[in-house]
């Protein structure tokens, strides 16, 4: 298998240098645990999509029924491709990573601890973040969105925003940055 070498902002909890990381059919990332918690609401509205056309729909819903199109639309057209719920998002340049890591601590507020350079051993998929989309009471709709995410077609927004998905066996080679904002205190210290 091919190896790869990209960069990755890293935020929720750090990561140490031989790190390995895994995502595969079995082993799944943080968006996989967020869809699956709005699982079933997601059943009951696409049980009756009529009863909530008028009803604004909470952002991590919307997140789920988009998610769950993907997955679908991705199993079904290119299952070679990874999963958005079983990857982890990386950048090609330590700029690109960067740039993530001062988004995600300046504008997101999220605790960011370092950007790191990764070997990744596994597939990955040069996505437009553009392309991704609200998801709606209307799957035939969200699946026509996601099969154009995966297609790699146009989007509304402008000029495309990439976005690397990898999956497999993922190794932390090097600490390139440390960023360390919005950390939040250790416990009794």
């Known amino acids: 298998m091919e190896r790869k070498m990209v960069y990755h902002a890293v935020t929720e909890r750090p990561m140490r240098l031989g790190q390995h990381i895994v995502f595969d059919q079995r082993r799944h990332n943080g968006v996989y645990a967020r869809v699956m918690d709005k699982l079933e609401l997601v059943n009951t509205i696409?049980?009756?999509?009529?009863?909530?056309?008028n009803i604004p729909l909470d952002h991590h819903?919307?997140?789920a029924l988009r998610e769950l199109a993907m997955?679908?639309?991705?199993?079904?057209?290119?299952?070679?491709?990874?999963?958005?719920?079983?990857?982890?998002?990386?950048?090609?340049?330590?700029?690109e990573a960067e740039d993530?890591?001062?988004?995600?601590?300046?504008?997101?507020?999220?605790?960011?601890?370092?950007?790191?350079?990764?070997?990744v051993r596994g597939n990955l998929f040069a996505g437009d973040a553009c392309n991704c989309f609200d998801g709606t009471p209307d799957r035939e709709r969200n699946l026509r969105?996601?099969?154009?995410?995966?297609?790699?077609?146009?989007?509304?927004?402008?000029?495309?925003?990439?976005?690397?998905?990898?999956?497999?066996?993922?190794?932390?080679?090097?600490?390139?940055?440390?960023?360390?904002?919005?950390?939040?205190?250790?416990p009794g210290t």
């Open 145 to 186: 969105l996601a099969e154009n995410y995966w297609r790699g077609g146009p989007n509304d927004a402008g000029g495309p925003v990439k976005e690397l998905l990898v999956d497999g066996d993922i190794e932390v080679a090097e600490i390139a940055r440390e960023i360390n904002k919005n950390i939040p205190p250790i």
């Open 71 to 95: 997955e679908e639309a991705r199993q079904r057209l290119f299952p070679q491709y990874p999963s958005r719920m079983a990857c982890l998002y990386v950048s090609e340049t330590l700029k």
């Open 100 to 119: 993530w890591a001062e988004f995600f601590a300046k504008d997101c507020r999220r605790p960011t601890y370092h950007v790191v350079k990764l070997i």
């Open 46 to 53: 696409y049980a009756d999509p009529a009863a909530y056309q």
């Open 61 to 63: 819903t919307q997140v």
